[in-house]
């Protein structure tokens, strides 16, 4: 892998570092500004999800970059994601435009089972990942079916309902950024991206997202590595909204889970 891009098992090199958009509060207008920022800077992969409501959004302000040769369509990564209701028939479509398929907060047993009847693998696995939730499980299962881990929130998410500042907080994290003479977020970034991971990080704030960028140029050594290791887990998206006694399938967390967490 090279730090800046990760290779996928579908065959196509995919941006470690990808600009991720769930839009709420912000409106069409302010996360449109923020991708003509972000592209700008370098940023190539862009996450969405019809469930943020930032689609429409995404879509246009990457036509326009194409369209005012900011960028070529080549050189753009977009991850989609539906919801796990919006059952129809994709395939003709998904044919036509879909470069590689994946996952998003499926554990070591869901993904055994997918694996059991697939015809085609996945080529990522999207989950919470960060210096205080670090899946060592998972990542190892996905290692050994070449199946990459994409991680969302790698700072905790404090920008949204239930993240926290928990990580960029943590004592050793800030104490490794002193060291380097960066900052906290740097260095949670530069830990997933040393995983071989990719990062998913969300700002549409301009001194952010430079912020951000600059993660791939940290330089991490393994006593920080070994420090890191150190850090109690925590799971912060624990899904309880997706957990009851009657419409789920899910009757608690560790179901939800299937105990990996």
Same mark, same amino acid.
């Given at each position: 892998?090279?730090?800046?891009?990760?290779?996928?098992?579908?065959?196509?090199?995919?941006?470690?570092?990808?600009?991720?958009?769930?839009?709420?509060? #912000?409106?069409?207008?302010?996360?449109?500004? &923020?991708? %003509?920022?972000?592209? *700008?800077?370098?940023?190539?992969? /862009?996450?969405?999800?019809?469930?943020?409501?930032?689609?429409?959004?995404?879509?246009? !302000?990457?036509?326009?970059?194409?369209?005012?040769?900011?960028?070529?369509?080549?050189?753009?990564?977009?991850?989609?994601? @539906?919801?796990?209701?919006? #059952? #129809?028939?994709?395939? +003709?479509?998904?044919?036509?435009?879909?470069?590689?398929?994946?996952?998003?907060?499926?554990? +070591? *047993?869901?993904?055994?089972?997918?694996?059991?009847?697939?015809?085609?693998?996945? !080529?990522?696995?999207?989950?919470?990942?960060?210096?205080? $939730?670090? =899946?060592?499980?998972?990542?190892?299962?996905?290692? %050994?079916?070449?199946?990459?881990? +994409?991680?969302?929130?790698?700072?905790?998410?404090?920008?949204?309902? $239930?993240?926290?500042?928990?990580?960029?907080?943590?004592?050793?994290?800030?104490?490794?950024?002193?060291? #380097?003479?960066?900052?906290? !977020?740097?260095?949670?970034? =530069? $830990?997933?991206?040393?995983?071989?991971?990719?990062?998913?990080?969300?700002? /549409?704030? =301009? *001194?952010?997202?430079?912020?951000?960028?600059? &993660?791939?140029?940290?330089?991490?050594?393994?006593?920080?590595?070994?420090?890191?290791?150190? @850090?109690?887990? $925590?799971?912060?998206?624990?899904?309880? /909204?997706?957990?009851?006694?009657?419409?789920?399938?899910?009757?608690?967390?560790?179901?939800?889970?299937?105990?990996?967490?």
């Amino acid at each position: 892998m090279m730090n800046n891009e990760v290779r996928l098992n579908c065959g196509i090199n995919m941006p470690a570092l990808g600009l991720g958009t769930y839009s709420y509060p #912000h409106d069409r207008q302010t996360t449109e500004l &923020a991708i %003509d920022m972000a592209l *700008k800077m370098g940023y190539r992969h /862009f996450d969405t999800a019809k469930i943020y409501g930032s689609e429409p959004a995404v879509g246009h !302000a990457l036509t326009e970059a194409i369209i005012d040769q900011t960028v070529d369509r080549e050189g753009i990564f977009v991850t989609s994601k @539906l919801w796990g209701s919006d #059952h #129809h028939d994709p395939v +003709s479509a998904l044919r036509q435009t879909l470069k590689c398929i994946g996952v998003s907060n499926f554990s +070591s *047993k869901k993904i055994q089972s997918l694996l059991d009847f697939a015809s085609v693998p996945p !080529a990522v696995n999207q989950v919470e990942m960060h210096p205080m $939730w670090r =899946q060592r499980t998972l990542r190892d299962f996905c290692a %050994d079916y070449n199946i990459h881990v +994409s991680a969302y929130s790698p700072l905790g998410g404090p920008g949204n309902a $239930w993240g926290t500042t928990a990580v960029v907080e943590n004592p050793i994290i800030q104490s490794i950024s002193r060291k #380097h003479k960066t900052t906290p !977020a740097q260095v949670a970034l =530069q $830990w997933g991206l040393s995983k071989g991971s990719s990062m998913i990080v969300k700002s /549409f704030n =301009q *001194k952010r997202l430079k912020e951000n960028m600059e &993660a791939l140029n940290v330089k991490l050594d393994d006593q920080d590595l070994t420090d890191i290791e150190k @850090l109690e887990e $925590w799971k912060i998206m624990r899904g309880e /909204f997706l957990v009851n006694d009657s419409t789920s399938p899910y009757k608690t967390i560790e179901d939800l889970w299937d105990g990996e967490i």
